[in-house]
C-alpha cells in the first residue's frame, strides 16, 4: 500500500506528532502541503491530510493545497486533526474539507481528532490549555485508527 500524510504544524508540533504516528502504522511519508505535487496524489491508495485547528479552521496552507488538487478516481484519503476546544458542530472543520475532497474524487474514510497544546490569545498569557496534548494515549489512539484505516483499504490486518 502506498500512502502519504500532508500536513502542517506550526505552534507547538502537536498535529507532526500524530501525523508521525500515523506514518510508522501506515509506512507513510510525511510532507508539507508544498512539498507535494498534486498531480502525483491519483498514484497514492491512501492519503491524509492534516492540520492544526486555527479559528476553527484548518491552516491556510492545506486549504491553499486544497484548491489546488486535481481530479482523482476514487483515492482513499483521511482528515486528522488536533485542536484546543470540541469542533462546534454548526461550524465544523471537517466537514467542509470532506465535501471539498468528494468533489476533487477521493474517497474520505475516516478522520481523527485529538486536544492539543493551545497557546492563542488569552490562553497564552497561562501557559496555555492542554498541556502535554497529545500524550501517548492520544498517539495510541491515532496509531489504532491508521491501523483501521491500513485494514480498509488492503483488507489486511498487517503492513503491506
Given at each position: 500500500m502506498k500512502s502519504l500524510i500532508v500536513c502542517v504544524s506550526?505552534?507547538?508540533?502537536n498535529t507532526r506528532?500524530?501525523?508521525e504516528r500515523i506514518a510508522e502504522v501506515l509506512d507513510a511519508e510525511v510532507v508539507e502541503p508544498e512539498q507535494v505535487d498534486p498531480r502525483t496524489l491519483a498514484?497514492?491508495?491512501l492519503v491524509g491530510f492534516g492540520s492544526g485547528i486555527y479559528y476553527m479552521a484548518v491552516h491556510r496552507r492545506l486549504r491553499n493545497l486544497l484548491r489546488s488538487?486535481?481530479?482523482v478516481d476514487d483515492v482513499a484519503a483521511f482528515l486528522f486533526f488536533t485542536t484546543g476546544a470540541r469542533e462546534v458542530p454548526?461550524?465544523?472543520y471537517r466537514k467542509p474539507i470532506a465535501k471539498q475532497l468528494a468533489a476533487k474524487g477521493f474517497q474520505v474514510i475516516g478522520s481523527f481528532s485529538c486536544r492539543g497544546?493551545?497557546?492563542v490569545g488569552p490562553?497564552?498569557?497561562i501557559g496555555g490549555i492542554n498541556k502535554g496534548r497529545p500524550n501517548e494515549h492520544d498517539l495510541?489512539?491515532?496509531?489504532a485508527f491508521a491501523a483501521r484505516l491500513r485494514e480498509r483499504v488492503t483488507g489486511s490486518t498487517t503492513a503491506s
Open positions: 506550526t505552534a507547538h508540533g506528532r500524530v501525523a498514484e497514492y491508495n488538487l486535481p481530479q454548526l461550524l465544523g497544546l493551545d497557546t490562553f497564552g498569557y495510541d489512539r491515532a496509531a
